[in-house]
């Protein structure tokens, strides 16, 4: 099975009218259930105070952040993409965020395992206020790559191959991590592409002995 994606269009799956399809219970043939890694490390979340960091302003932690998240995901083979072992393909730009796209993308539901405070919903919507660069963001790997509109459009008409020929595993945009008021924990959103549809990734990361070490994940699919 291959699919035409929309490449320049990621937002677009975060419109209203996709939005508010994803914020109801849908058909249960056509809803597939979060897939959730247990809270660990006894993880206060909702309970955490949270700094509320410019938009523009780049914290020393979030490249390491940004790398133990998406080194855990790119390993991940519950992602429901074609090339679970593909390279991720990541948006030039980051992902902005309000707080009713919290509530238009259902991620602060009552049953939720990796459960988003109030003060982390005001620290992300801080620092991703408006789209900036990624590259500042993502350290280098073989795993994934940041790419441009351009080289998209160039060669890539189908979400399955680079030009280059490597496999895909998916596309993502990122938004900038916040962080809780000590520092040592962080929480890291972005959404990705599962076959033609949308999916958003929750992360939370503790720093440990000064290294940061995945707290709790989950991956939610919409229809």
Same mark, same amino acid.
């Given at each position: ?12 799956? =975060? ?15 056509? &809803? ?8 660990? =490390? $006894? ?42 072992? $593909? ?56 795993? &994934? ?5 351009? *080289? ?17 595993? *998916? ?8 962080? *809780? ?12 592409? &599962? ?29």
């Amino acid at each position: 099975m291959r699919y035409r994606p929309c490449f320049q269009c990621l937002e677009e799956d =975060m419109s209203a009218r996709t939005i508010a399809m994803a914020a109801r219970t849908p058909p249960s043939n056509h &809803w597939r259930a979060p897939l959730v890694r247990p809270l660990c =490390m $006894g993880l206060a979340i909702v309970s955490l105070l949270v700094l509320c960091h410019g938009a523009g302003a780049a914290e020393p932690s979030d490249a390491a952040v940004v790398r133990v998240v998406l080194s855990d995901f790119s390993a991940r083979t519950d992602t429901m993409s074609f090339h679970e072992d $593909g390279v991720l393909l990541i948006q030039e730009q980051t992902l902005p965020w309000t707080k009713e796209k919290f509530d238009f993308m259902s991620l602060n539901r009552e049953k939720s395992k990796c459960p988003i405070s109030s003060g982390f919903v005001d620290a992300m919507v801080a620092r991703n206020s408006d789209k900036d660069s990624a590259a500042a963001l993502i350290p280098e790997s073989p795993r &994934w790559r940041v790419v441009r509109g351009a *080289s998209l459009a160039s060669g890539i008409d189908m979400l399955d191959k680079t030009p280059d020929g490597d496999s895909i595993k *998916s596309l993502a945009a990122v938004a900038k991590p916040a962080y *809780s008021d000590d520092g040592n924990t962080a929480l890291v959103l972005f959404h990705f592409r &599962w076959s033609r549809h949308g999916a958003m990734a929750i992360y939370f990361a503790q720093k440990v002995d000064n290294a940061w070490k995945i707290a709790c994940s989950e991956l939610l699919f919409y229809p």
